[in-house]
């Protein structure tokens, strides 16, 4: 029955607005649609996140939502450039050099959003 039902991430966020100005400004989505108590975003081929305020916001220790890239080195060369800051892992689980770690058929980088929300960007191969 899931199978054919879209999934849509939820964002939980404490400060609305201040949330609003990474996503829209910094990360370069196009503005939330107003839904509710929150936002509404839509990314590319119909996947999408609903940022809603919660007392709940950052305190998930994995990650949130991952953006799927084609070009990771470049993405994460953009957003550095856009003021964000990336998590960096030493650990001998897992090391990242640039930011990026690869490994088990793919490539990621992770940052925390304004709320403290793990983000993350994952790029298929080479890993």
């Known amino acids: 029955m899931l ?3 879209p999934l849509v991430s939820y964002v ?6 201040r949330a609003r100005r990474l996503y829209e400004n910094t990360l370069g989505l196009a503005p939330g649609k107003p839904e509710g108590p929150g936002r509404h975003y839509t990314c ?6 609903f940022m809603y305020p919660s007392p709940g916001a950052g305190t998930n220790k994995a990650s949130c939502a991952f953006w799927q890239v084609d070009d990771i080195q470049a993405a994460v060369v953009w ?5 964000v800051v990336f998590e960096e892992y030493d650990t001998p689980q897992m090391k990242t050099v640039n930011s990026v770690f690869a490994g088990g058929g793919a490539q990621a980088a ?3 959003d ?9 790029q298929e191969g080479e890993g």
């Open 79 to 83: 957003l550095k450039g856009r003021g």
């Open 110 to 112: 992770w940052f925390k």
């Open 12 to 17: 939980p966020v404490h400060d609305l607005e």
């Open 44 to 49: 590319a081929n119909g996947t999408a996140f």
């Open 114 to 122: 304004t709320e403290g929300n793990i983000m993350a960007l994952v």
């Open 3 to 5: 199978r054919n039902a």
